[in-house]
């Protein structure tokens, strides 16, 4: 059953490979009509997450949000299938990175470092398109899929290059693996903890907010440098990634003092595009 369902979904994602994104993005905007018209998919939790979060922005504000958040979120549906079957070249003409001289500095040292990432913006290319714009080899991280052969060619086709996946299962294995050479750690690290009890809490858009600590706990065992990514939405299907030193000494920081800055960054950029964010998250659901 479970090769059926691969056949099934690899037959699903071979149309795509003919479609160009001009149609894509037409489907797309047929998406958006159904899912947010006709089905009204996580209305409620996105409402609400755009009112606890902007409480001076009147309700026409919200509901614009609201509308250009679902626009995208559709706009990355179509991305994230589509990238399966993109080359490396395309991808990366698609997805820019603008500035990695500081990292390719430490590269030379034989540095390793921690890239820390928020649900803003794409956060799926980046796997595809880092392999030849930057030294240090990438390693992203995610949670392996039940069905083998799909999870398979998850593994083939989200990275490509000299980029690797490694399961969050093991994640402290995976620090300690020897690459062959200095490696990037990719950390999409602003969902919420499993538990309130493990959380570090800090106050993210205007709310009491729990925060998972797996980047800045690694981070401070292995004594890696952590950057801050972010990524910006030029037009559709065009991003820019751009890296800033979050922290070059993490063990001599105090504990949650990382976590905090990379909120706060993150905050920052959602500020000032919050149509971006993954908003139809139950981001919020913990309570202290």
Same mark, same amino acid.
């Given at each position: 059953?479970?090769?059926?369902?691969?056949?099934?979904?690899?037959?699903?994602?071979?149309?795509?490979? /003919? %479609?160009?994104?001009?149609? @894509?993005?037409? !489907?797309?905007?047929?998406?958006?009509?159904? $899912?947010?018209?006709?089905?009204? +998919?996580?209305?409620?939790?996105?409402?609400?997450?755009?009112?606890?979060?902007?409480?001076?922005?009147?309700?026409?504000?919200?509901?614009?949000?609201?509308?250009?958040?679902?626009?995208?979120?559709?706009?990355?549906?179509?991305?994230?299938?589509?990238?399966?079957?993109?080359?490396?070249?395309?991808?990366?003409?698609?997805?820019? /990175? %603008?500035?990695?001289?500081? @990292?390719?500095? !430490?590269?030379?040292?034989?540095?390793?470092? $921690?890239?820390?990432?928020?649900? +803003?913006?794409?956060?799926?290319?980046?796997?595809?398109?880092?392999?030849?714009?930057?030294?240090?080899?990438?390693?992203?991280?995610?949670?392996?899929?039940?069905?083998?052969?799909?999870?398979?060619?998850?593994?083939?086709?989200?990275?490509?290059?000299?980029?690797?996946?490694?399961?969050?299962?093991?994640?402290?294995?995976?620090?300690?693996?020897?690459?062959?050479?200095?490696?990037?750690?990719?950390?999409?690290?602003?969902?919420?903890?499993?538990?309130?009890?493990?959380?570090?809490?800090?106050?993210?858009?205007?709310?009491?907010?729990?925060?998972?600590?797996?980047?800045?706990?690694?981070?401070?065992?292995?004594?890696?440098?952590?950057?801050?990514?972010?990524?910006?939405?030029?037009?559709?299907?065009?991003?820019?990634?751009?890296?800033?030193?979050?922290?070059?000494?993490?063990?001599?920081?105090?504990?949650?003092?990382?976590?905090?800055?990379?909120?706060?960054?993150?905050?920052?950029?959602?500020?000032?595009?919050?149509?971006?964010?993954?908003?139809?998250?139950?981001?919020?659901?913990?309570?202290?």
């Amino acid at each position: 059953m479970d090769y059926f369902s691969y056949l099934c979904f690899r037959s699903f994602i071979f149309l795509f490979r /003919f %479609i160009p994104f001009r149609l @894509l993005f037409g !489907l797309a905007d047929l998406v958006f009509y159904c $899912i947010y018209y006709i089905v009204g +998919y996580r209305k409620k939790v996105v409402f609400e997450n755009l009112r606890n979060s902007f409480p001076g922005k009147s309700e026409v504000e919200i509901e614009r949000i609201a509308i250009e958040f679902y626009h995208h979120l559709c706009d990355m549906l179509v991305e994230s299938l589509k990238a399966f079957t993109m080359k490396e070249e395309d991808v990366v003409r698609r997805y820019k /990175f %603008i500035n990695t001289a500081f @990292l390719d500095e !430490l590269y030379r040292k034989g540095q390793q470092v $921690i890239c820390v990432a928020g649900h +803003y913006a794409n956060w799926e290319w980046a796997g595809i398109a880092a392999g030849s714009q930057m030294l240090h080899k990438p390693v992203g991280f995610y949670k392996p899929l039940s069905n083998k052969f799909v999870d398979r060619y998850v593994q083939q086709t989200r990275v490509q290059g000299r980029s690797r996946l490694a399961s969050i299962a093991k994640t402290s294995e995976t620090f300690k693996t020897d690459w062959g050479e200095p490696a990037a750690f990719y950390m999409v690290a602003d969902q919420s903890p499993s538990s309130a009890r493990l959380a570090y809490w800090v106050n993210f858009m205007n709310q009491d907010t729990a925060t998972i600590h797996g980047p800045e706990k690694y981070a401070r065992v292995f004594n890696l440098t952590v950057v801050f990514v972010k990524v910006q939405k030029i037009k559709r299907g065009y991003y820019t990634l751009e890296f800033k030193m979050l922290e070059p000494e993490p063990v001599k920081t105090k504990t949650g003092e990382i976590t905090s800055r990379f909120m706060k960054d993150l905050e920052d950029v959602i500020k000032e595009n919050p149509e971006y964010y993954l908003w139809s998250h139950r981001r919020w659901k913990l309570k202290r």
